[in-house]
């Protein structure tokens, strides 16, 4: 029974993050820890996780296209510049230290929930605006949202919402849809470079696709009969959500690390004034 409910919960939290990857970003803050609960070490987890990231992108892109949303070819010119800057952004990934990872992504979501919360409009094209050409400034930006995509996982997909819609003004569906293309793309090599290393498992990983595939079919429902104005109001909740989540989680992690610190410090004044007291090594 309980192993059923491990199975359930990793399906469940699939399907609650494939939704909230395919409408907006940040549903690796859920699988993640749900890859973790049921077994797998932190990084066993982020490679086994691409596995369900590339159904779940290529299950909205198939139901995108069902919806008569069809990716035009001229839209394709945002995924190189992508791609350059993910290439870079692994390079640079491999090199700095984990403890980065995560002020990264609280700082990115930061500063993306005050600049939504001072212009919320920036996010939405209007119904007259057309989709605008990516000269230097769009370039630049698309490498440097795949140096953030390559560098963490986590977030990119609001990342790349803000380049596609807020820059580049594609309006959120279609947005959504380009950034499910570029995510693909990305991941695609990604899994192949973990599959290389052996660090895909593949039973908690095709349990957490079919719970992404489901939430991503559910998640293009909603944004097609919807439209952009319910889209942005997803999105604008999870970048909140989101910072608010991480933001609770670090300073609760802060707290905990300074208790172990005060204990330690507690144990060498002790041991100071006991001399058969053992010493204690930080």
Avoid at 11 to 28: D, E, Q
Avoid at 59 to 75: C, E, H, K
Avoid at 100 to 111: D, R, Y
Avoid at 216 to 223: D, E, I, M, N
């Amino acid at each position: 029974m309980h192993d059923v409910l491990i199975w359930g919960a990793l399906l469940g939290a699939g399907l609650v993050a494939g939704w909230i990857n395919t409408l907006a970003g940040t549903g690796s803050v859920i699988a993640i820890p749900a890859l973790i609960f049921w077994g797998l070490p932190a990084g066993i987890a982020n490679a086994t996780l691409r596995v369900a990231i590339v159904v779940q992108c290529a299950t909205g892109l198939i139901a995108y296209r069902r919806s008569g949303l069809a990716i035009q070819r001229s839209d394709l010119r945002v995924v190189l510049p992508t791609l350059v800057g993910a290439g870079a952004g692994a390079f640079a990934a491999s090199r700095l230290p984990n403890a980065i990872f995560e002020p990264l992504l609280i700082g990115t979501l930061a500063v993306m929930a005050v600049a939504l919360l001072w212009d919320p409009r920036a996010l939405a094209p209007g119904p007259d605006e057309r989709p605008r050409t990516p000269h230097l400034v769009g370039i630049l930006a698309l490498i440097g949202a795949g140096f953030y995509g390559g560098m963490l996982q986590a977030g990119v997909g609001l990342v790349l919402l803000v380049v596609l819609s807020g820059l580049l003004r594609y309006d959120l569906v279609r947005g959504n849809a380009l950034k499910l293309v570029i995510t693909l793309a990305v991941n695609v090599v990604t899994l192949g470079v973990f599959l290389a290393a052996d660090q895909v498992r593949w039973a908690p990983g095709a349990v957490m696709a079919i719970g992404n595939m489901v939430g991503a079919w559910l998640a293009v429902r909603f944004a097609v009969k919807r439209g952009q104005d319910q889209v942005k109001k997803v999105v604008v909740a999870v970048v909140l959500l989101s910072c608010t989540w991480l933001l609770v989680r670090a300073l609760r992690g802060h707290a905990e690390d300074g208790g172990r610190q005060g204990d330690h410090r507690q144990g060498d004044e002790q041991g100071q004034h006991d001399p058969h007291a053992p010493m204690l090594t930080r």
